[in-house]
């Protein structure tokens, strides 16, 4: 690690999130000098996915809770966005994202109290019900328009502006992508954070220590929807429409694929995995027309030399640096003759 | 009364294709903890296979050819198990999962570089394609004789399972790995052969569905949902349970349909949620630990 | 042990290197800049996905227009040339592509295979100031007034489309009395339904008796409880029963599949279906039951020198018969064309200018107007009775064709 992390300035900038926030920052401006156009445009694609994946960890990394219906509450969060647009028009952007994380904080924490019952496997099959269930509910419900979407989302504002430019889009996003983060930072610092992380390591364990372990699960599962929502929300304000694809099954594995490619233990493992995912399916698209097949072996690539995620890279390097180093010096000093008081202090060659 | 008895016969005939590739899925996690996405994969390169394999609608060329495509199925799954499950189970289930995902779109990729995009259809193989009639309603006689082969297949893997020293070995690393392995189950070995099984079952089931449904990619997302869900309520690793769970959802979306029209499209969610409300392990599947203390 | 640890890094940093060259490079060796002797046209569909197959042909249509245009001199002396853009059915990749079509010149795209995605790409594109054909699109709410400014509007309502339907069938099949319907359960169509059943009612002057509905979920293809309800529930004789298909796609197929054991299909006096029953037809290989469908085009409804020369020239290029879908690719590059020559220039705006009153020859038989205050072009509706027959081409036989303007029918 390049900084001390012995030094006050740096703890105290941990303990309140500064990095977070700085991080955003300093993402916030590079990108627009090394992408342009188009490519603005996926980053933002990226930042919206990394919100996601963040907002999935809470419950999968953090919390253990495997869910295959994540993409449930990121489109309820993006349709609440448009039907009130629709309804009532002049709301402003950020006001209509709060409400759609609401909603689905509410809808998260009233679904997870019933289906915590289940666990495991059974419960990611409850989860992927209700995501289906809310797919079919779209051509149902006759003011959810079925299949042609909810469009006219180019018009909301923003403090007033609409987003009118690729690059006025890029810096709305992070910035609300970064008060996202950092609000999970602070929860993951947070004693619920550590309990969540204790349910999830062993819930026995964590429930003889006195931790409500269902009512940690339920939050845990109630603040990741709510962020999921305000992901699908901001989607929803990129692309102008919401349809059912945004419901669709590909969408939750595909979370989940960004988080577990991230690596789930460090906090911004999601970010990572969400931002390689959404890139590389961009690059591989262009360079053939049925990407599918690539994405999925450069996905195999990734899964089998790094099980843990693209972060447990720096872990795996230094666990193996010292291997490397040894066989740069020559053989171990242990094997030369060990006898003479004079032996050779380290570092100083031996006989070879 | 009428309506009843045709009802409770398609809901059947629309069951037991799910249970042959719940089956596959439920035997595959029931050894090897892994919740097998690339199933889905599995099931549609069955079905592509058949529709290259077969020439004509004779009986017989239909059989061989849903047995190649069983086959070749096997033997794309046993790839996938020793070449990438098998370095995964250490990671952790989750990984597992992530394998089994990347492998579904791999896949599924493939498949449309090598059949292309145009939906195709296969027919009925001859003295399957007519219906018989029950007092009055008909039933396709080709679903009948997916029926038949479903209860086979159910029966089969039953004797398998119960009745050969394979299948004991398979039963006991099931309940317990570790002690398994200790009493010198040779566990890789029999998670590759549960592997293969359950792989040959996506392929025949996969060239089962041939003649009734176009064949082309959304066919593997669109049977793996409802087979996820027979799997769930049948109970993790059960393969009794996933038979009884494919025939009662079948037979209770057939009912509903004929009774609550509204429903239809929400019965197989419907039952699921109720199911696993009383019994969050399914019906046959065993309380874990981790559920005990989520009550 | 360290051969692993090289693995790793070397399989980590392909990844990254991926990722990289997604950030660094400019998406491809196609320049930018519309200065030059070609004028660039989008063409924005689900090259790959489900409907990758019926996007094909529509390309092609797309296509043979621009090479038939190109063969005799371009436009003002300037070649068109073609720019695909996959949106893989997805609306959410509707905004990236038209802003990639504008940073490589493109101004002016056609295209939008289903209604959602004729909006998101609608109003995509009016960020980008870029003129959007719909090409494919049917929806009523698209139109009149326009879902933005930049798009017009080539595709058929499926509203007429319902309607030519009705009034085909009323006069060819003036028996039929009852019909029982099977489609799924969306408003679309319902709608589809309702808006046939209502005109037939209107062009014979005898309500229409509805026996049986039955609705499925949407995208569902598992119809054996369904199927073996309806096959209980039949009144009267066949002669007076005729059934109306609400579904499409894969669905078509499984219910043709599901139902032909039951002897559903041989029940009825006529089988209707508003939209695409060619793609599943051809996949059906000959044994394609006959089906009275309504779409805008059959390639051998009509004989003019229009048609002529498209269906030799879309044989040349792709081995087939043109479907509704290409036909509809190669209008509304007629119309384009037609609306940049007399605007005298590419530029969106002048295009915009000269597209009320455009009116081009199709190869259906009768001409295509574009209306300047809804955006929509009044064009040419066919209705016809499709049946397998594996002499004919594409084992396709079409007969009792009948082609109507839309505007008449209204």
Redesign the interface.
């Known amino acids: 690690m390049p900084v001390s992390t012995r030094t006050r300035g740096w703890q105290l900038a941990r303990t309140g999130g500064v990095h977070v926030l700085l991080g955003c920052a300093a993402l916030a401006l590079v990108v627009p000098m090394i992408a342009t156009g188009t490519y603005v445009f996926t980053w933002t694609t990226a930042v919206i996915w990394a919100l996601f994946a963040m907002a999935t960890n809470v419950l ?1 990394g953090w919390s253990g809770l ?1 869910s295959f219906g994540q993409t449930a509450f990121f489109g309820l969060g993006g349709y609440t966005v448009a039907l009130i647009h629709e309804n009532r028009g002049n709301v402003d952007g950020l006001l209509l994202l709060a409400v759609a994380a609401v909603v689905a904080a509410v809808a998260g924490a009233a679904f997870s109290v ?9 419960f ?3 989860t ?2 209700l995501a ?2 809310l797919w ?1 509910l779209t051509n149902r419900v006759r003011a959810l328009h079925g299949e042609d979407g909810i469009g006219g989302l180019y018009s909301i504002t923003i403090l007033g502006r609409e987003l009118a430019s690729d690059e006025q889009t890029w810096y709305t996003f992070v910035a609300i992508a970064a008060v996202c983060c950092w609000l999970l930072w602070m929860l993951h610092r947070s004693t619920l954070g550590a309990a969540m992380r204790a349910v999830r390591d062993d ?2 364990r964590a ?1 003889a220590l006195g931790i409500r ?2 009512r940690v699960q339920v939050l845990a599962f109630a603040i990741g929807s709510a962020f999921s929502a305000v992901a699908g929300g901001m989607l929803g304000l990129q692309q102008g429409v919401v349809s059912p694809t945004m419901l669709s ?1 590909t969408i939750s ?1 595909q979370v ?2 960004a988080c ?2 991230g690596g ?1 233990r460090v906090f911004g493992g999601p970010v990572l995995g969400a931002v390689v995912l959404i890139l590389a399916q961009q690059a591989l698209s262009g360079v053939a027309t ?8 450069l ?2 690539v990734i ?2 030399v790094l ?2 995620g693209l972060t447990s890279l720096p872990g795996v390097l230094a666990a193996h640096l010292p291997a490397l180093r040894r066989r740069a010096r020559g053989p171990s000093p242990v094997t030369a003759d060990p006898a003479p008081a004079t032996a050779p202090k380290a570092g100083t060659e031996t006989r070879s | 009364m ?2 009843l008895l ?2 409770v ?3 059947i ?2 069951g037991v294709p799910i249970f042959v590739i719940a089956s596959g899925l439920t035997l595959i ?1 029931g050894v090897m903890h892994v ?1 097998n ?1 690339a199933h889905g994969a599995f099931f549609l390169v069955g079905a592509y296979i058949v529709t290259t394999v077969l020439h004509g609608n004779s009986l017989g060329g239909f059989v061989l050819a849903a047995l190649a495509a069983g086959l070749v199925v096997a033997a794309l799954g046993t790839a996938c198990e020793v070449l ?1 499950f098998r ?2 189970y ?3 289930s ?2 597992g ?3 089994a ?10 498949t ?2 090598i059949w ?6 296969v ?2 193989p001859a003295g399957l ?3 018989v009639s029950l007092n ?8 009948l004789a997916v029926v038949g082969v479903g209860v086979l297949l159910a029966v089969g893997l039953y004797v398998l399972l119960a009745h050969t020293s394979v299948g004991t070995r398979v039963r006991a690393l099931s309940h317990d790995r570790a002690m398994a392995s200790a009493l010198g189950i040779r566990a890789s070995r029999i998670g590759t052969l549960v592997f293969a099984i359950g792989s040959f079952l996506a392929g025949v089931a996969g060239a089962l569905v041939t ?4 064949i ?3 066919l593997a ?2 049977y793996l ?1 409802p087979a ?2 027979v ?2 309520v049948g109970g ?1 690793g059960s393969v009794p349970g996933a038979f009884v769970a494919a025939v009662a959802l079948g037979v209770i ?2 009912l509903l ?2 009774y609550v ?1 509204s429903l ?3 019965s197989y ?1 419907i039952v ?2 109720v199911i ?2 009383i019994r ?3 019906l046959f ?1 065993h309380a ?4 005990q ?3 | 042990m360290k051969r692993q640890a090289r693995l790793r890094v070397a399989a980590v940093l392909a990844a990254l290197g991926v990722t990289v060259s997604a950030c660094s490079s400019d998406g491809g060796s196609t320049g930018g800049g519309t200065g030059g002797d070609t004028i660039k046209i989008g063409v924005v569909l689900p090259f ?3 409907q ?2 019926i996007a ?1 042909l529509e390309g092609d249509g797309f296509q043979v227009a621009v090479d038939q245009i190109n063969a005799a001199g371009g436009i003002d002396g300037k070649k068109l040339e073609i720019v695909k853009a996959d949106d893989q059915l997805d609306t959410t990749k509707a905004a990236s592509l038209m802003r990639d079509l504008d940073s490589r010149g493109v101004k002016l795209a056609l295209g939008g295979q289903t209604t959602d995605l004729c909006k998101a790409e609608a109003q995509a594109a009016a960020r980008f100031d870029i003129l959007f054909v719909g090409a494919h699109c049917t929806s009523k709410t698209l139109v009149d007034p326009p879902v933005s400014d930049n798009f017009w509007m080539t595709g058929q309502l499926d509203v007429d489309l319902t309607r030519a339907n009705g009034e085909s069938l009323a006069a060819l099949f003036p028996q039929v009395q009852t019909w029982d319907v099977f489609g799924y ?1 969306q408003e679309v169509t319902r709608g589809f339904w309702t808006q046939t059943r209502d005109q037939i009612a209107k062009s014979t002057g005898k309500p229409v008796q509805a026996n049986t509905e039955i ?3 949407a ?4 119809f ?6 309806l ?2 529930a039949q009144t009267g004789t066949k002669e007076t029963r005729g059934l109306f298909l609400g579904v499409y ?2 669905g078509t ?2 219910f043709i ?2 139902a ?4 559903i299909l041989d029940d009825y006096a006529v089988i209707a279906q508003t939209g695409v029953y060619w ?2 037809a051809r ?3 000959g ?1 394609a039951p006959a089906i009275y469908d309504v779409h805008e085009y059959f390639w051998s409804c009509q004989e003019n020198d229009l048609n002529t020369s498209f269906v030799r020239d879309f044989e040349a290029l792709t081995g087939q018969k043109p479907d509704t879908g290409a036909y509809q690719g190669y209008v509304a590059v007629q119309i384009l064309a037609e609306a940049i020559r007399k605007a005298g220039s590419a530029e969106p705006d002048a295009v915009a200018k000269a597209m009320p009153g455009i009116s081009v020859q199709t190869p259906a038989g009768l001409p295509m107007t574009m209306d300047g205050a809804s955006h929509h072009a009044d064009g040419p509706i066919t209705t016809a009775l499709l049946t397998g027959d594996k002499s004919a081409p594409e084992s396709i036989a079409v007969t009792d064709c009948k082609t109507v303007l839309a505007s008449q029918l209204r």
């Open positions: 999968f495997l019933i289906a915590l019952r289940s666990t495991g496997a059974e990611a099959v409850l992927l019900v289906q269930v079919l819930a026995h429930a372990v269902r099954l594995g989940l694929v577990l490619v789930l049925d990407s599918t097949m690539f994405v999925g072996i996905l195999l899964v089998l099980p843990s | 009428n309506t045709p009802a016969v398609s809901g005939a629309q996690y919740l996405f990438v370095r995964l250490r990671a952790g989750h990984v999962f992530l394998g995902f990347a492998l579904f779109l791999a896949i599924t990729g493939a449309v570089h292309g995009h145009d939906p195709r259809t027919q009925y394609d007519g219906a009055g309603p008909r039933v396709a006689t080709y679903d003649p009734v449904t176009s082309d990619g959304s997302s669109s949902v996820f869900v799997v769930i993790l979306d057939s349909f004929a029209p239809s499209g929400f969610y699921v949620a696993l409300m969050p392990q399914g599947g874990s630990r981790a559920t203390i989520a009550r | 790959s996905g489900v990758a197959a094909k359960d609705y499925v979920a995208k569902a293809t598992d054996k409880t369904q199927l073996s309800a096959a209980g796609g894969a197929t499984s599949q599901q032909r054991p039951l002897g793609t599943t996949a059906l290989e044994s």
